[in-house]
């Protein structure tokens, strides 16, 4: 069946035995549904159904994912995602009730960085940034003292071009990064906002192209007590600067270890939010350099925890590893896709036209 595409990145031999996984997943879930492993060594699982029942009844689909709710945490461990293909989802609705046994993530996407809403209960956009830049692998919220296990995609329509929810493997990055990065991983990261004060009217940084937003219009609010009760509740650092503007951060740990399997793991967005050249193009690099210059607040700051800058050369470091790690599939609509937020990053290749790919996050 040619449900599977490219393997984007060079060939890398698997890392673990391949088929020994696969065998153990067929025992576990049994004979309703066909598996497979298309990027060998890498994830994701791929589950089609066998049984018909599960290709048109959605009920059916209910029932077999809480029948088979440790067959699917054991795949996660395993291959640290799952793609289901073939299977009736068609709707925000479908989505949420396949998944239904999992617990919704309970902090929401509160000071997420990405504009996003919700589309219903707790399914949500993926995300609004511009379809021209390539979002790179990274593991959701890891920039955040709170962020959920797992995080789930749901295709309900594919892009006309482009548009993949690009995956990685996050296992064993730490070791495949140079010695002096890793040694300034263990600082940790410092991760930044700043906003104008709407009131300002002669701020010249109010220019959609720089992509400063206010703090009047991001917190929806006047009130800055309200904003900054807010922050304290959430543990982030804060100050109010005296031209009326805001500026909080957050420094978090750049590694975690793995709750469930012990592994110690990069967990960080220093890669994934720098507005690299590579991301955001030369042009825009340029021009909010000679806008800004070195020293006026930008709308984002990122740097490692003891405050050294995170540099061209660790940035090409994390990417040329990412990039030999990444797998990419064209999205059919209907797939629904469970990634272990820990041991998998995702990202998204630039596309065109309309692209409507929904997401859930868990505990
Ligand atoms: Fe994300």
């Avoid at 440790?70 to 068609?90: C, M, S, T, Y």
């Avoid at 892009?159 to 690009?166: L, N, P």
């Avoid at 996050?170 to 700043?194: N, Q, S």
């Avoid at 984002?300 to 990039?323: K, Q, R, V």
Wanted: glycine letters at 8%; proline letters at 6%.
């Amino acid at each position: 069946m040619n449900t599977h595409s490219k393997v984007a990145g060079s060939a890398r031999p698997a890392e673990e035995a391949g088929s020994d996984r696969l065998e153990r997943a067929r025992a576990a879930f049994g004979e309703t549904v066909h598996l497979s492993e298309p990027f060998s060594g890498r994830p994701p699982l791929w589950i089609e159904p066998a049984d018909p029942a599960l290709r048109k009844d959605s009920l059916a689909v209910a029932g077999w994912m809480a029948e088979k709710k440790a067959a699917i945490e054991d795949a996660l461990l395993a291959f640290g995602g799952i793609v289901w293909r073939g299977f009736p989802v068609k709707g925000p609705d479908a989505f949420a009730g396949m998944m239904e046994p999992f617990t919704p993530f309970s902090k929401g996407y509160v000071a997420g960085i990405t504009d996003r809403k919700a589309i219903k209960g707790k399914v949500m956009e993926s995300t609004r940034t511009p379809e021209t830049y390539t979002i790179f692998l990274h593991q959701e919220m890891s920039y955040l003292p709170h962020n959920p296990r797992l995080i789930a995609f749901y295709c309900h329509q594919p892009a006309d071009e482009g548009g993949q929810t690009v995956i990685g493997d996050m296992r064993r990055l730490l070791e495949a990064l140079p010695d002096t990065l890793r040694r300034k991983l263990d600082h940790g990261a410092v991760y930044g906002r700043h906003f104008r004060n709407e009131a300002d009217r002669d701020d010249w940084r109010a220019e959609p192209r720089f992509g400063h937003p206010s703090w009047q219009y991001w917190f929806d609010t006047e009130d800055r007590e309200l904003i900054s009760a807010q922050l304290e509740e959430r543990n982030i650092t804060y100050q109010w600067l005296d031209d009326g503007s805001l500026k909080y951060w957050t420094r978090m740990e750049a590694t975690v270890t793995h709750p469930a399997t012990g592994e110690l793991l990069s967990f960080n967005q220093l890669y994934a939010q720098t507005p690299h050249r590579l991301m955001v193009g030369d042009a825009f690099i340029e021009m909010m350099a000679s806008a800004y210059g070195t020293h006026t607040q930008r709308p984002y700051f990122l740097s490692f925890g003891d405050g050294s800058p995170f540099t061209d050369d660790d940035f090409m470091a994390i990417h040329e590893e990412m990039e030999l790690r990444k797998v990419e599939f064209e999205w059919q609509a209907g797939d629904v896709m469970l990634l272990d937020n820990k041991l998998t990053g995702h990202g998204r290749t630039p596309f065109k036209g309309p692209r409507d790919i929904q997401v859930m996050l868990f505990e």
